[in-house]
């Protein structure tokens, strides 16, 4: 049975950093594109980050380029959103999925697991 379990939200002041984490278990995560969504209340879920798995590849919406960085540890099954310069409208809860298309297309669609979601809120 595959599990994604994000960790790492809470509340920042706009202008700081939080490092979000996503640990997947029941398969190979090598094998696997990881992307971060993210929704806010009233809103559609959105594609924030992607990690290929062919060739280290990453790819950002442009709301967070320069600002968020995505990583992988297959190692250790994980991938990691390092988020930078927080704005409030970065407000959501961050899910982690998997790709089932082999694919890193920022669309919910493409993606077939999926974690149950980490709170980020940015205010002051």
């Known amino acids: 049975q595959v599990q994604l379990v994000e960790s790492g939200g809470g509340l920042v002041q706009p202008g700081g950093s939080l490092r979000l984490s996503c640990a997947v278990s029941?398969?190979?995560?090598?094998?696997?594109?990881v992307a971060w969504f993210r929704q806010a209340p009233g809103k559609e879920r959105e594609g924030v980050s992607c990690?290929?798995?062919?060739?280290?590849?990453?790819y950002y919406a442009d709301s967070v380029k320069g600002r968020f960085t995505i990583s992988r540890d297959n190692a250790k099954n994980t991938v990691y959103l390092q988020m930078n310069n927080l704005k409030p409208e970065d407000t959501a809860i961050y899910y982690c999925?998997?790709?089932?298309?082999?694919?890193?297309?920022?669309?919910?669609?493409?993606?077939?697991?999926w974690g149950q979601g980490t709170q980020v809120t940015v205010s002051s």
């Open positions: 990690a290929s798995s062919a060739d280290n590849s990453t």
């Open positions: 029941g398969l190979a995560l090598n094998y696997y594109p």
């Open positions: 999925a998997l790709s089932r298309a082999g694919l890193c297309v920022l669309s919910p669609q493409f993606f077939g697991s």
